[in-house]
């Protein structure tokens, strides 16, 4: 807790950036992630979300800038840092001829772990993942969901404040992927804090509280939702039965709530009206519309599609000098 009593956050960055070579793979990252925050970072291959996780993990230094994990400097204090994190690459890395009991007991050995605290881990995360009935079997024999499952235990046994996920459900086919998204679901009211790379748009859209854009830099970030609905707010598709007269669209742009007003290029009876907040202005506009004259015919909200949001920002900047991953 800091001096006003707010939560510090768990993760946070100033101006930071790696570089490999001539070549920046990030630059410039500011950011603030708070306990118990699911926080995607979505972008294409090669944006640079794997070097964002390397560098908060640890593993690597960053070129410039700094960044804290837990309170721990990334690179002053490593050591510290990586005891307090979680961390799923793109592949399991399991030991398949071993047990999904034996590869756990190995890994929390490595982490220091007594025998009765790795006993009662091991149970309650096996289950919780809806492992424990294969827990005696090879995870040589395991789908490729179960083994991202497994692999999401081994990273929870130390029970970490961050996990970080690095394209969890690459390479699964649907069901294995649904299975992986599931297990990530199940963590969310746990407080953890956990960071999920992804280039997968419906999976962000469904498992993140807020969304980083990520192309070289961190372009935007903002919850699913206001991403969808833009800065101005939601947006309703107001249809009339003839264009909109010059004295409406006055009275409309008058009215409190509305902050912009735009016509369908298609269809001159049709108006987008961007709204500070829809359940209280929309009925308001509707009454303006109608006591100026107008025939309204019908309203409905009308949100952007993450994806349209995803290319209009990554199209906003190109790749500082050919970023990497």
């Given amino acids: 807790m800091n001096a006003t009593g707010a939560a510090s956050p768990v993760i946070r960055t100033e101006n930071l950036g790696r570089r490999f070579g001539d070549l920046w793979a990030i630059r410039g990252v500011d950011l603030e992630l708070r306990g118990g925050e699911v926080f995607g970072l979505l972008g294409p291959n090669g944006a640079g979300k794997t070097t964002t996780v390397r560098v908060l993990s640890a593993l690597i230094a960053p070129s410039e800038g700094r960044a804290w994990v837990d309170g721990f400097d990334v690179r002053e204090q ?168 010059e004295d409406q669209l006055a009275a409309l742009r008058a009215t409190p709530g509305v902050v912009e007003i735009l016509a369908d290029g298609g269809s001159p009876d049709v108006l987008s009206v961007g709204l500070a907040d829809l359940r209280r202005d929309a009925p308001a506009a509707v009454r303006t519309l109608v006591g100026a004259g107008a025939d309204l015919l019908g309203l409905r909200e009308e949100a952007r599609s993450l994806e349209a949001v995803y290319f209009e920002v990554m199209g906003s900047r190109p790749q500082l000098e050919g970023p990497v991953g």
């Fill in 78 to 245: 490593p050591d510290e840092v990586r005891r307090r994190i979680g961390i799923l690459t793109e592949t399991p890395g399991l030991y398949e001829r071993l047990t999904a009991r034996q590869n756990l007991e190995f890994f929390a050995r490595l982490h220091g772990l007594d025998a009765t605290t790795r006993a009662e881990r091991i149970e309650r995360f096996l289950r919780l993942f809806d492992l424990w009935d294969r827990r005696d079997d090879p995870a040589g024999t395991f789908s490729k969901g179960m083994k991202q499952k497994l692999a999401i235990t081994r990273a929870l046994l130390h029970e970490p404040s961050v996990v970080f996920l690095d394209e969890p459900t690459a390479a699964l086919d649907p069901e294995a992927a649904f299975v992986v998204r599931e297990a990530i679901a199940s963590l969310r009211g746990a407080g953890r804090t956990i960071v999920l790379c992804t280039h997968n748009l419906d999976e962000a859209e469904r498992l993140c509280d807020r969304i980083g854009f990520v192309r070289g830099a961190l372009l935007r970030v903002d919850s699913p939702e206001r991403l969808r609905n833009g800065s101005s707010g939601p947006t309703v598709r107001i249809e009339l039965g003839a264009p909109a007269t």
